[in-house]
């Protein structure tokens, strides 16, 4: 090898060592980064022939030093008691998209709430837009994959259906007096519940409903009902056998009518569909059991909750939930040729093949490994491990001064040729 040649071996050392050190000060400052994964350079040996054209045992030329090769080994998860912090235990990666439609990937689970106009959209901490797999308006999630957006109002939903189980005393007599709301005297037993009429263009659209039971004879009694102080609706009647069981009358449709308070007040026509299915004439006490109905008032969303499989649930103040997305994830046959796009993110690349987006606790092919699950109020930490770090630093070290000091030793040599010369 040529002695000043040496000088370039010796240069190559330096520069490929402290990109080492650069590299290893990088993992260390981003020791604390959420899902932050560690790299290390590849060095290769460079040979005399490779540069001048020749075959093999030519003398070495010094070292390269290649891109980063990053870890994707997943880190540890910890806990957050930020709902909207998520965590991928698995290997798959959050899809988000720029504002110019742009797709990225990363392990970052540290979302917010961006609102909009009509819709908030959920985002990463760059602003990055999450997507997901979008769910209809019974909250079925679909195949098409989208921005995860949130209506931040509800509409509200008139009541159709009210399904109650109970008792009714067997024992109790029948009133002599025709039924009257108004005279506790002329029914055996009510029961009241929230009630919402047909509106679209209120914010409050809520009533009570109150069903009035009256014994009419053995095992018969007569149903009413009433929306607020508004008109009584003749509901049909229910009939039980000897034993207690109903026979007849589990399911009744009536019209009632709602009273709308105002100037003029009016009111509204509304059908309904009364379910009694399990209800029981016994003699103990009359009671009611059970009791719901289908309506709500309009709500405006509250707080956002991550539910099983990845399921993006938001939770409103009518004390509804609905179901908008599901988390999409993308799996790469290379995950290790991610290009970095710097803030976590990573970009596709001819290396590391077009990503695969499946659903959380999903498989890209029967019998390969799952994706991953996603976990509310976990964050996954770094996988830089400080220890390993400090140790290859400290190669680093040498190798640079080895390198340093071969310049000098080379120096030296070169310093003393010409010397000969005198």
């Not at 080492?20 to 790299?39: D, E, P, R, Y």
């Not at 290396?351 to 092919?365: E, F, I, Q, R």
């Not at 964050?379 to 220890?387: A, F, M």
Request: aromatic content about 8%; proline content about 2%; overall charge negative.
């Amino acid at each position: 090898m040529d002695t000043f040649a040496t000088f370039y071996v010796g240069m190559s050392g330096l520069n490929a060592n402290s990109q080492w050190l650069s590299n290893i000060g990088n993992n260390i400052a981003n020791m604390n980064t959420v899902a932050f994964k560690a790299s290390q350079p590849r060095f290769a040996e460079l040979m005399g022939g490779l540069l001048a054209g020749g075959g093999h045992g030519e003398d070495g030329m010094g070292v390269a030093v290649s891109s980063p090769q990053v870890n994707f080994a997943q880190g540890s998860l910890a806990a957050s008691n930020n709902p909207m912090d998520w965590a991928i235990d698995g290997n798959g990666f959050f899809v988000v998209k720029d504002a110019a439609g742009n797709s990225f990937y990363t392990r970052a689970g540290q979302f917010k709430i961006e609102a909009g106009l009509t819709s908030d959209k959920i985002t990463d901490a760059t602003g990055h837009v999450l997507q997901g797999y979008l769910a209809d308006e019974e909250g079925v999630i679909g195949d098409t994959l989208g921005d995860v957006a949130l209506e931040t109002e509800m509409a509200a939903k008139a009541t159709s259906n009210v399904a109650m189980v109970l008792n009714l005393e067997s024992s109790v007599t029948a009133p002599a007096a025709a039924f009257d709301a108004e005279d506790g005297t002329t029914y055996n037993f009510s029961v009241s519940d929230a009630f919402y009429d047909s509106r679209t263009d209120e914010d409050d659209v809520s009533h009570t409903m109150t069903t009035y039971f009256v014994k009419t004879d053995d095992n018969t009694w007569g149903l009413y009902v009433q929306v607020d102080d508004g008109e009584v609706s003749d509901a049909g009647e229910l009939v039980f056998d000897t034993s207690g069981a109903l026979t007849s009358g589990a399911e009744q449709t009536v019209t009632v009518t709602v009273p709308i308070s105002g100037t003029p007040a009016t009111s509204l026509s509304q059908s309904l569909t009364l379910d009694f299915t399990g209800t029981t004439q016994y003699g103990m006490t009359s009671a009611i059991l059970s009791q719901s109905q289908d309506g709500y008032n309009m709500g405006r969303l509250d707080t956002l909750a991550l539910g099983e499989n990845g399921r993006i649930i938001g939770n409103f103040s009518n004390q509804q939930h609905q179901t908008v997305a599901q988390v999409a994830l993308a799996s790469f046959e290379a995950p290790w040729g991610l290009t970095q796009a710097g803030e976590g993110l990573f970009a596709v690349s001819e290396a590391s093949g077009a990503a695969t987006t499946v659903k959380p606790g999903s498989a890209v092919l029967t019998g390969q490994p799952s994706v991953g699950e996603v976990r509310a109020n976990m964050l996954e930490l770094s996988n830089v491990e400080v220890t390993d770090n400090f140790v290859d630093m400290m190669a680093a070290q040498f190798g640079f001064q080895a390198n340093s000091q071969a310049i000098k030793t080379t120096d030296e040599i070169v310093q003393l040729l010409v010397g000969l010369k005198r």
